[in-house]
């Protein structure tokens, strides 16, 4: 079974920046499409950032130019740098996996304030 977990979130100032990390037990990480998704109260689930097996990149319109996610297959870690912080970035933060199915981590809370 593939466990995911969260670390990093906090409480931040607009403008400020704020580095999440995902840490991935399992063997499959390295074959793995990896991404970060968050779901603000009241709102559904969204996609932010993810990053394939190859190394290719996709962001949301929302974050694109700001956050940075990155991978190391050798520590099977996943990261997003956030940049330029927003109230509206406002979320728990959640990690997936997928390879076949989608494995989800149990998030970790970003606040940012005004």
């Known amino acids: 079974q593939v466990q995911l977990v969260e670390s990093g979130g906090g409480l931040v100032q607009a403008g400020g920046s704020l580095t999440l990390s995902c840490a991935a037990s399992?063997?499959?990480?390295?074959?793995?499409?990896m991404g970060w998704y968050r779901q603000a109260p009241g709102k559904q689930r969204e996609l932010v950032a993810t990053v394939a097996r190859g190394g290719s990149r996709n962001y949301a319109d929302l974050v694109r130019g700001r956050f940075t996610i990155s991978r190391d297959n050798a520590k099977n870690t996943v990261y997003l740098q956030m940049n330029n912080l927003e109230p509206e970035d406002t979320a728990i933060y959640y990690c997936n996996l997928r390879l076949h199915m989608d494995y989800w981590g149990k998030g970790t809370l970003v606040t940012v304030s005004s």
């Open positions: 399992g063997s499959i990480f390295r074959l793995s499409a």
